[in-house]
Every structure is written in structure tokens, then in C-alpha cells.
T-cell receptor, first 114, second 116 residues
Framework: AQSVTQLGSHVSVSEGALVLLRCNYSSSVPPYLFWYVQYPNQGLQLLLKYTSAATLVKGINGFEAEFKKSETSFHLTKPSAHMSDAAEYFCAVSDGSGAQKLVFGQGTRLTINP | GAVVSQHPSRVICKSGTSVKIECRSLDFQATTMFWYRQFPKQSLMLMATSNEGSKATYEQGVEKDKFLINHASLTLSTLTVTSAHPEDSSFYIC????????????FGDGTRLSIL
């Protein structure tokens, strides 16, 4: 079985500050890991994914995440927050099989203060 | 990029009505589509996996007779909420997996269902 824990349901940072959203996973097989962003009343948009290649993954909008097997973590970072980054962020894990069934974390709401 | 169209985006209807939600992959074929339900300020909960040409696989606790899924083609899956009641009000989101392997799921923009 797989699971994802996102530490902090709400993160607030100042514009221009570092963004750090935490994600820890549990998986009995090598995981595929994803970060998605959701804006109000919309579906999910893929920010980035880890699929057993490079451990540091760069995504869209200046986000990146680092896969750390020893810590079972896949934290999302962005060096400088922008007002448009305010949204809900979901970490997800899959076993990489053809069905690509995703297990989502609880989500973290990111607020950007001017 | 890959686009998934979900329709309608919002539905308000009376209790007892059946509501159909469509999920279409516009520029790719999808053997597998997923249906999720999201309550306010909560995460997505997988309801069922829809496979083209075969019966859907429902997650534990999801009533298959309540939430009918049809995946008749490689670009279309439908979710019908039968005899909807206020407790069925929620945000429903579909996603589609490109038939080509190693491609991530692409999500629709969701359907907000409100049952009066």
C-alpha cells in the first residue's frame, strides 16, 4: 500500500520568500511521485514528477523537488514566491504501473503575503 | 499539450434527479480514466477507475449502482450520479491517462454538483 503525508495544511510566505512544501511518502515499491497545483474551482495541473531518473526534478513555474529515499521525502521548493503561486498543492504517489493509480496527500494551501 | 474537457462545469438540480458528467480527452486516446470526488478543503478521493470497453473498478465504499460509469470510447468516459441527493453534492474531477506509456494523468477542470 502507498500513502502520502503533507506536513502543514496551510503555509504562508511573503512575496519573494522561499517556498517549501513538505511531502513524505510510504511505498513498498519504488515510487513515482508527483506534485500538482489546484486553483479555485479548477482541476489539477501537473507541476513536476519523479520517475526514478534524476533525484532533483525541475518543474513549471520555477518549482523543483528533490527525491530523498533515505528520508522518504519529496519536498517542493521555489526560491522566490510570487503572488500567482497562491493555490492548493497536492503531493501524490503511484506505483508506476500502467494504471497509474494516484494516492494523494491531504493538500497544502499556500498563501502569499504582499 | 494534452487537454481533458469535463462537462458541465457546474450543475444545480433537484433531489432525485440523475446527473451525467462527461470527461473527454481532446487530443489523445485514453484507455484508462479516473473519477475523483473532492469535498471542500479536502483532498481528492478516488471513486473508480474507468477502462475502455470493460466494467469500471470501484474503490471500497463507493456504490456502483449510485455512480454509474461508462467508458464507451478511447476519448470519452461518463459518470452518472443516479437519483442524486444533497449528500452527493461535491466537486467531481476526472483524469485521463494517455494510452502511450509513462505519461502522467491529465485532469479535467472539475464539475461542481449541487443538489437542492
Amino acid at each position: 500500500a502507498q500513502s502520502v503525508t503533507q506536513l502543514g495544511s496551510h503555509v504562508s510566505v511573503s512575496e519573494g520568500a522561499l517556498v517549501l512544501l513538505r511531502c513524505n511518502y510510504s511505498s513498498s515499491v519504488p515510487p513515482y511521485l508527483f506534485w500538482y497545483v489546484q486553483y479555485p474551482n479548477q482541476g489539477l495541473q501537473l507541476l513536476l514528477k519523479y520517475t526514478s531518473a534524476a533525484t532533483l526534478v525541475k518543474g513549471i513555474n520555477g518549482f523543483e523537488a528533490e527525491f530523498k529515499k533515505s528520508e522518504t521525502s519529496f519536498h517542493l521548493t521555489k526560491p522566490s514566491a510570487h503572488m500567482s503561486d497562491a493555490a492548493e498543492y497536492f503531493c501524490a504517489v503511484s506505483d508506476g504501473s500502467g494504471a497509474q493509480k494516484l494516492v494523494f496527500g491531504q493538500g497544502t494551501r499556500l498563501t502569499i503575503n504582499p | 499539450g494534452a487537454v481533458v474537457s469535463q462537462h458541465p462545469s457546474r450543475v444545480i438540480c433537484k433531489s432525485g434527479t440523475s446527473v451525467k458528467i462527461e470527461c473527454r480527452s481532446l487530443d489523445f486516446q485514453a484507455t484508462t480514466m479516473f473519477w475523483y470526488r473532492q469535498f471542500p478543503k479536502q483532498s481528492l478521493m478516488l471513486m473508480a477507475t474507468s477502462n475502455e470497453g470493460s466494467k469500471a473498478t470501484y474503490e471500497q465504499g463507493v456504490e456502483k449502482d449510485k455512480f454509474l460509469i461508462n467508458h464507451a470510447s478511447l476519448t470519452l468516459s461518463t459518470l452518472t450520479v443516479t437519483s442524486a441527493h444533497p449528500e452527493d453534492s461535491s466537486f467531481y474531477i476526472c483524469s485521463a491517462c494517455p494510452t502511450v506509456s509513462n505519461q502522467p494523468q491529465h485532469f479535467g477542470d472539475g464539475t461542481r454538483l449541487s443538489i437542492l
